[in-house]
């Protein structure tokens, strides 16, 4: 334990305890304890995802079912199975994850080949889930499928991070990932997987030289699609351009969604009182759903949820920073990206700031497998948050009365 406040030779010695105290007040954690802010951000962010999804698709659920509360209900089943999945997985040891890092990764791999076959199913021209009696979404369990695999890796020697021959496996693993996503095709979770591939390596020491090299392909890969490729997603890039221009084909959503955004305001028109959402805006529920809070709640709404986003994410690298060992600050690390990535990239789309393209906004978007997955990574994060680093004997600073 360090030494309370004491006053040695006409100086003040001010321990670690004494700062902590002043500094951290309620937002410190005992030993052994998870990160009870993270608990309640998480739970705020869900339960806020099932009101909007209430409002968002009101009318849809009436069109498509006949009641006004049918993704209403799945979503809170939904995000009620994710929270106590998320509380199971905060008391299991994160590192029985690394035990089974080789066969999660095997078998996240399986899923996605599975995604060719005649197990496939496909909606609205893409083939993203499989159907093995209930519908799996294997690019959604892929990105934490990586997260375990990159923090495994790089865990067991952080020099293969810093040398070229020790990125190369997990490089052409990601690359291999991120192939057979795009080809369902689903660029925005083939981005988010590179972006979390990405993250992971730099928290593990990656050498900025190979950083430029990876996004030089990149670039590369996007001048492929704009200047080169004929395909679905190059109509998308295209139509990121000038949206209005595609109005009545490809850019209808993201049209809509503008309109959306424009006549919220500063403080919206009020909860429920969405035009867009009245079918006008296709899907209001999934992955539009901000340009529906922006209708409703203004900028002000869209601010103060981004606002708790961004304390989440606070949170997630805080408890990277504590880990007690590299296989869980990496894993928290992946997951900070992740949620930070899938945030970022949401809001782009939906304001035209980005290609078209489908990204879930985490805890809020309509859908069980998105919302599995980002409750159940949280649940590793705050396990991981259970195992944090013995804090020095001694760490003072000296200041002159």
């Known amino acids: 334990m360090a030494r309370e406040t004491q006053t040695v030779t006409g100086r003040t010695v001010r321990t670690r305890a004494d700062y ?26 869900t339960v806020f995802g099932v009101v909007m ?9 009436i069109s498509d079912t006949g009641s006004p509360y049918t993704f209403f209900i799945n979503q809170a089943i939904s995000a009620a199975t ?36 005649p ?22 369990i892929a990105k934490v499928v990586l997260i375990i695999f990159g923090a495994w890796y790089f865990s067991k020697d952080r020099t293969r991070a810093k ?45 900025k030289r190979y950083l430029l090299i990876v996004l030089l392909v990149i670039a590369a890969g996007l001048a492929y699609l704009i200047f080169i490729d004929k395909s679905y997603q190059h109509d998308r890039i295209m139509c990121w351009f000038d949206p209005f221009k595609y109005e009545l084909g490809i850019g209808f959503q993201v049209v809509q969604s503008l309109y959306a955004i424009a006549t919220g305001g500063l403080f ?3 909860l429920g009182m969405s035009v867009q959402k009245n079918l006008y805006l296709p899907e209001p529920q999934n992955d539009f759903i901000i340009a529906i809070i922006g209708e409703e709640l203004g900028f002000l709404g869209i601010a103060l949820m981004l606002a708790v986003f961004m304390l989440l994410l606070w949170r997630i690298f805080r408890v990277a920073i504590e880990a007690e060992d590299d296989f869980g600050a990496l894993l928290a690390g992946g997951a900070g990206v992740m949620i930070g990535a899938q945030v970022v990239l949401n809001i782009a789309v939906v304001t035209s700031s980005a290609p078209p393209t489908g ?15 980002c409750t159940a990574l949280m649940g590793i994060v705050l396990n991981v948050s259970r ?15």
């Not at 954690?29 to 962010?45: E, N, Q, S, W, Y």
């Not at 197990?119 to 959604?140: D, K, N, Q, W």
Request: proline content about 5%.
């Open 119 to 140: 197990l496939g199913r496909s909606e609205g021209g893409a083939t993203r889930a499989v159907y093995m009696g209930f519908m799996i979404m294997p690019g959604e």
């Open 268 to 270: 919206g028109k009020g």
């Open 82 to 117: 994710g929270i106590i999945m998320m509380l199971i997985l905060s008391r299991i040891n994160y590192h029985m994850f690394s035990k089974l890092a080789i066969p999660i990764t095997i078998l996240g791999f399986i899923l996605l080949c599975l995604i060719f076959t």
């Open 359 to 373: 990204i879930a906004l985490p805890f809020i978007s309509y859908g069980r497998n998105a919302l599995w997955i």
């Open 387 to 401: 195992h944090t680093r013995p804090e020095p004997e001694e760490d003072v600073e000296e200041n002159e009365e």
């Open 163 to 207: 040398k070229f021959m020790g990125l190369l496996p997990f490089g052409v693993y990601t690359l291999a990932v991120v192939f057979l996503i795009y080809k369902q095709p689903n660029l925005s979770t083939a981005i988010t997987v590179m972006i979390i591939g990405l993250g992971i390596a730099f928290f593990a020491g990656m050498q």
């Open 20 to 45: 902590e105290r002043k500094y951290d007040g309620i937002l410190k954690r005992k030993p052994g304890t998870v990160d009870h802010l993270m608990v309640i951000l998480v739970a705020v962010l």
């Open 53 to 61: 999804v209430f409002s968002a698709s009101y009318y849809d659920s």
